[in-house]
């Protein structure tokens, strides 16, 4: 498989890793560390991505995420570059954060249809499951890898705060983040997403981790196949069965290819999704401010009701623009701005103006709500 090759899979699993330029630090303090977990959580609603594991250590992160639909590289774009902003902007600082495009690498997991993953959920789901709990154990591993967990003493794996297995996975559902996806890794450990299943879980984890030598803490390899080095050099994580089945895959739909590697058919996909969700937003958002007594054109009385029902669009587009990957071009047609940069501007005024009015603001709420 060319490396060039940006392969993006509907339900594709990916192990996704990034590294600060010449390995310097991408998160600086507390801050940094809670700006990229709600931006990661911006990514996953406007594309649709579930994450089954996470950790960001000091210059580097790792994640495990599912795509739903084949839109991994708008989605990390989205992440990378985004954060690189903001990061700049807190720091005071210019440039490159990360050290070259991610590293992503498929990890086995479902690539059929419903049919064919109930046969194959009874052949082979032990077989599956442990290569992808293995990329779990390995990015939850990381912080005792590291030495910034003592497993001998104070709260062992729970002592570092900045991943997934204390955010998610030693919490009830009510108190994890919605895009969180548990249930895959605990059924790796054959459990379930109770209580009892969850520290049964970690339980079993820290004593692997004891039972390994600290530097190879998670890196147990299957088939003579290293992570490490699939991070390097490779392209997926999983059996000889599983790359074989996914080059064919990849010959079906991979004949339309750009020459940096952009995937046509995957790109129409995920901007037929973003366009689909965009719509159903839309429509919900435009009747929740036609309904009476919404507030969406009282107390804008100034230049009269088309004011507030132009501020009524803004806030619909400001929320549809939040929650999928539609374009700006995009807002700026379905709700009649004009022009793309109009509709910047108008959503850009509404937010602001939000700050000030609560009944626009109580409207933002509601619209973000459905």
């Known amino acids: 498989m060319p490396r060039q090759l940006r392969l993006e899979l509907a339900g594709g699993h990916y192990h996704v890793m990034a590294r600060g330029d010449r390995r310097e630090p991408i998160f600086l303090n507390v801050a940094d560390r809670e700006d990229f977990v709600g931006l990661l959580g911006e990514v996953c609603q406007r594309h649709g991505w579930r994450v089954h594991a996470w950790v960001l250590m000091g210059n580097h992160y790792h994640l495990l995420l599912e795509t739903p639909q084949p839109n991994l590289v708008s989605g990390m774009s989205q992440l990378q570059q985004t954060y690189t902003q903001r990061f700049n902007r807190r720091h005071r600082q210019s440039g490159h954060l990360f050290g070259g495009r991610y590293k992503a690498v498929l990890v086995e997991g479902d690539l059929e249809g419903p049919d064919q993953r109930a046969r194959l959920e009874r052949s082979r789901v032990r077989e599956r499951s442990d290569y992808f709990t293995i990329v779990a154990d390995y990015i939850h591993l990381n912080p005792v890898r590291a030495g910034l967990v003592s497993l001998g003493r104070g709260k062992g794996l729970m002592g570092y705060a900045w991943s997934s297995l204390v955010q998610a996975y030693a919490r009830p559902a009510s108190r994890r983040a919605r895009w969180m996806e548990v249930g895959p890794v605990l059924a790796g450990y054959e459990q379930s997403d109770t209580p009892r299943g969850r520290q049964r879980m970690m339980t079993e984890l820290e004593g692997k981790a004891r039972a390994e030598a600290a530097q190879k803490v998670g890196l147990r390899v299957p088939e003579g196949q290293s992570l490490q080095s699939t991070l390097r050099r490779g392209w997926y994580f999983g059996s000889q069965e599983f790359g074989e089945r996914t080059l064919r895959l990849v010959g079906k739909v991979g004949a339309k290819l750009s020459r940096k590697g952009e995937h046509y058919e995957g790109a129409r996909v995920a901007r037929d999704h973003g366009e689909k969700e965009a719509e159903r937003l839309s429509t919900l958002g435009l009747k929740e401010v036609a309904r009476p007594g919404s507030g969406s054109a009282r107390r804008r009385k ?8 132009r501020l009524a669009a803004a806030a619909v587009a400001s929320v ?30 509404c937010r602001q103006q939000a700050t000030q009015d609560r009944a626009l603001a109580s409207l933002l709420a509601r619209l973000r709500a459905l």
């Open 320 to 349: 549809v623009r939040e929650r999928t990957s539609v374009s700006v071009a995009w807002v700026a047609q379905r709700f009649r701005f004009g022009s793309a940069g109009n509709a910047s501007q108008q959503m850009y005024h």
């Open 302 to 309: 100034r230049k009269g009701r088309a004011v507030g029902e």
